[in-house]
């Protein structure tokens, strides 16, 4: 029995820290700051398993974790500014932008993240490339984050392709896991950028 060969997608969605933007480094060494003013631990492997979370919900679990008394939307925003202060330095991913690039007025995208509007439109400026995208949804935007499949049926519905007809990329195991759950063609950004980049680079 042959399989069913995946359609061509209708539109795009891409997760933006560490799928469109290198930045996952810089948002480290912003959780370091913040980890020598408020007395928390907070590893950078666990960074990474928790890629797609919002600063104040990491927040809020380390707090309750580690009894502590902080307040998790304050630090959320001290490390906001830990981490523009740090804008300069941050690199798009070109192979992923790329793609962006070469779909631009053929296909509807939008960006789905985890981050604050405020700090993912200053990137976006930074990087120039806000332009590319018809809709781009921030953890602002709806209640239920990563790995929920709210954040992609948000951004599927702005650019108006049913949910089944869009291909988005990511570079964490939750992001993927909420489009898989929104019935969205999954790419995983690790995986095919492994694929892409010569050993090596």
């Given at each position: 029995m042959l399989q069913a060969t995946p359609q061509p997608p209708q539109g795009l969605i891409f997760d933006f820290d560490g799928t469109l933007a290198d930045t996952m480094p810089l948002?480290?060494?912003?959780w370091q700051v913040l980890m020598k003013r408020h007395g928390f631990h907070f590893s950078?492997?666990?960074?990474?398993?928790?890629?797609?979370?919002?600063?104040?919900?990491?927040?809020?679990t380390l707090r309750d974790e580690q009894g502590l008394s902080f307040d998790p939307l304050a630090v959320a925003r001290e490390k906001e500014e830990a981490y523009l202060d740090l804008l300069q330095e941050v690199e798009p991913i070109h192979e992923i932008v790329g793609i962006a690039r070469e779909n631009h007025g053929r296909l509807p995208m939008a960006v789905a993240t985890g981050g604050t509007r405020r700090v993912i439109a200053t990137v976006l400026e930074h990087l120039k490339i806000g332009h590319l995208f018809n809709a781009v949804v921030t953890s602002e935007d709806v209640v239920r984050q990563k790995p929920a499949p709210d954040i992609f049926l948000e951004a599927a519905r702005r650019i108006g392709v049913p949910?089944?007809?869009c291909r988005a990329y990511e570079d964490t195991d939750l992001g993927l896991q909420a489009i898989r759950a929104a019935g969205m063609e999954a790419v995983d950004v690790r995986a095919w950028l492994a694929a892409a980049r010569p050993a090596g680079t």
């Open positions: 948002h480290y060494r912003a950078e492997e666990r960074l990474y398993a928790m890629g797609g979370i919002p600063s104040r919900d990491i927040l809020r949910p089944q007809c």
